[in-house]
């Protein structure tokens, strides 16, 4: 699965992690202040300077490596009939025989059952993430409705940008302040915003 392109593709999200949680940050902080002020207009170019420094790697990477066909995909059904194989062509002989869903190691390469198998018409599968608060369990919902997240760095991010917290273990809290919230704060430790985007 690794292949050189794949490493690369890697090295950039690295690359454009730091300048990403910056700008998500600048973007709070221009939110939060009056748009004729200062604070504003520091926010702001902080911001577009944490655009240049994703767009540059991004072109890099870009002008570095040629876009590759899809390979074709194998379409075996995993042992639970869920999903197919996800793999390039193969002998199924090879790659399928005897082994367990869990744990198929081809010549090296784990078996891939990512692909699921096609639903009936009308029928749409979807995979998110909603937010609960640690302390309290409201769920987060920017509107009357839950709120779903394609990632769990969105969804924090989410949380953290509508003025919740993030603690130090990964959970969030709302913004209510009673006592069982602030014994979590104390406890475990709410994560600086501002470190993180440094």
């Known amino acids: 699965m ?6 690369a593709l890697m090295a950039l999200m690295n690359e454009v992690t730091a300048p990403a949680k910056t700008y998500d940050h600048a973007v709070r902080r221009a939110a939060a202040a009056a748009s004729d002020s200062p604070e504003y207009d520091r926010a702001v170019g902080r911001g577009n300077a ?7 790697p991004v072109r890099l990477w870009v002008a570095s490596n040629a876009p590759q066909p899809i390979p074709g995909l194998c379409n075996v059904p995993s042992p639970d009939g869920a999903f197919l194989c996800a793999l390039t062509p193969h002998s199924s002989e090879e790659l399928h025989a005897d082994r367990p ?24 599968r979807h995979t998110c993430i909603t937010v609960t608060c640690a302390a309290c369990g409201y769920r987060y919902d920017e509107t009357e409705y839950d709120h779903h997240f394609p990632s769990l760095g969105d969804a924090v991010d989410g949380a953290v940008g509508s003025g919740w917290d993030e603690l130090k273990d990964g959970r969030v809290l709302c913004e209510t302040v009673d006592e069982k919230h602030e014994e979590l ?14």
């Open 50 to 56: 944490a655009l240049d420094d994703i767009e540059r």
């Open 101 to 124: 869903r869990e744990d198929a190691m081809p010549n090296g390469r784990r078996m891939v059952w990512q692909t699921p198998v096609e639903l009936p018409a009308g029928f749409e």
């Open 185 to 198: 704060r104390r406890t475990v430790g709410v994560v600086d915003q501002d470190e993180v985007a440094a």
């Open 2 to 7: 690794t292949t050189d392109r794949h490493l």
